[in-house]
Structure formats: C-alpha cells, structure tokens
C-alpha cells in the first residue's frame, strides 16, 4: 500500500530529522537538513504516483478522498520537518537550544506513532489498536504546547539581542508545526476509521 511506503518514508525522515538534538554547527545542520530536504522529495514523488493511481483505481475500503487527505497530511508532516530543518541552517544558528532538542524528540516520536496508525489502516477494526496511537499522539502534541510556551517565556524573559529573538522564536514555531501535523493526521484517520468502521 502507498501510504504505507509514505508512512515509512516519514519515519526514516523522522530519524535523520531527530539527528538534530546532537548535531552541532551550521555544517552538521546544514548536511541534516540537505538529507531531509531529499527525503522530502523522495515522499513527494511517492505522493504522486498513489494520486496517479488513486485516478485509475477503485480502492477499498477507504475511499479515494479520504486516501487523499490522508496522503496530503502525510506530506505535510515531511514539509514541516523539511522547513523546521531549513530554517535551522539558514537562520545560522550556532546551536540548538534544550527547549528546540525536546521538541525534536517529540516530534520524531509522534511521527513514529503516525506510521503505526497508518500500518493499522487496512483493517478498519483494529480501532481500538489504532486508537492507542492516536491517544499517544495528541498526549505527544499537548506535551510538545507545554514545551514551546515555556520555551517562548523564557525568550522574552531573558532575550536582549531581537535578531536572535526572531531567530529562536521562528524555529520554535516550526517545530510547533511540524508536531501539529502528526497530530492532525490522527485526527483525520480517527475520521476515517469512525466513517469506514
């Protein structure tokens, strides 16, 4: 199944994604980001072709848009980790801060939780396995809120230098987004398994 493939495309991107917490220096962010940026790619050509064949096929038992939306969410996930990870590189940030290290670790955690949704997918039924992830997911969301508003404070608590001010913040509110996105994709395959179950 293709969105199994993109599932799992999303998890390896996760990975190299999570590699951030201990890389150090723009040329290590700048080789993570060049790697997620090609799987980036990699996920959109998958993306393509389940479209392509979602036009000439019949697919059971989740119907053509649902297989959309839920590739389309898929996608988004890899753009906001591609996006979190060029931002990264090009705001030249010399390091990563322990607030921005948690949200990576948070992030790569619930996209892992998203592929074993999606591997549950083809029997409807398992709901109630598929609801564990979904759970863990939106718990992973609320803890990545709890993360990045203390995180916020604590920027315009303590930051003198505005520059690095709009640095820091624009790369927490891309990681606020990346981790969003898991969570609307469960939200989405909570409405398809309680549609198609």
């Known amino acids: 199944m293709y ?13 190299v994604f999570n590699t ?11 080789k993570i980001a060049k790697i997620l940026r090609a799987k980036e790619a990699e996920t959109d050509a998958l993306a393509h072709t389940l479209y392509e064949e979602l036009d000439k096929t019949f697919v059971a038992p989740i119907d053509r848009e649902d297989l959309h939306a ?27 801060t322990d607030s921005m290290r948690e949200m990576i670790r948070i ?4 996209v ?10 083809p029997d409807l039924g398992k709901y109630d396995q598929i609801r564990v992830h979904i759970i863990h997911v939106n718990a ?24 690095e001010l709009i640095r820091q913040k624009e790369i927490l509110d891309a ?19 309680v549609k198609n179950g």
């Open 112 to 121: 892992h939780e998203v592929v074993k949704c999606v591997h549950e997918l």
């Open 70 to 96: 839920l590739t389309h969410a898929l996608d988004d996930i890899l753009d906001n980790m591609d996006s979190a990870a060029e931002q990264i590189y090009l705001f030249k940030l010399p390091g990563l």
């Open 107 to 110: 992030q790569c955690e619930a």
């Open 3 to 15: 969105l199994e493939t993109i599932a799992n495309s999303a998890a390896s991107a996760a990975d």
């Open 20 to 30: 951030f917490r201990t890389a150090e220096g723009r040329e290590e962010f700048k």
């Open 140 to 163: 992973l969301e609320n803890e990545g809120d709890k993360v990045y508003r203390k995180a916020l404070e604590a920027l315009f608590d303590n930051m003198i230098d505005p520059i």
């Open 175 to 193: 990681l606020e987004s990346a981790i969003d996105s898991c969570e609307h994709l469960v939200n989405l395959i909570r409405s398809v398994v």
